[in-house]
Nanobody, 117 residues
């Protein structure tokens, strides 16, 4: 089992940057695929970016070239660097950890990101 705590959200103007962190507990953190999801009011939760156990990355088309996901296994932390933020990036951002062999994952509590125009 792993517990996740997100941080780094806040209010930023369009064009600005934020860096989200997802800190995990547990000694098996390197075995987890970590993903960032977001959910805007009235919308479904959507995948933003993911990073595999081998640090391969995947991004939603809407954030490619603006967001960068990375992981530090020694610190048990995954980061989401968000640049050139747009008002449509406003959402609660959630961290998810999932082992490749399992059908379920673990969620953090979320962190609010608000981008003003």
């Amino acid at each position: 089992q792993v517990q996740l705590v997100e941080s780094g959200g806040g209010l930023v103007q369009a064009g600005g940057s934020l860096r989200l962190s997802c800190a995990a507990s547990g000694s098996t953190f390197p075995l987890y695929i970590i993903a960032w999801y977001r959910q805007a009011p009235g919308k479904q939760r959507e995948l933003v970016a993911s990073i595999s156990t081998g640090s391969s990355t995947n991004y939603a088309d809407s954030v490619k070239g603006r967001f960068t996901i990375s992981r530090d296994n020694a610190e048990k932390t995954v980061y989401l660097q968000m640049n050139s933020l747009k008002p449509e990036d406003t959402a609660v951002y959630y961290c998810n950890a999932k082992k490749p062999s399992l059908s379920f994952g673990y969620w953090g509590q979320g962190t609010q990101v608000t981008v003003s125009s």
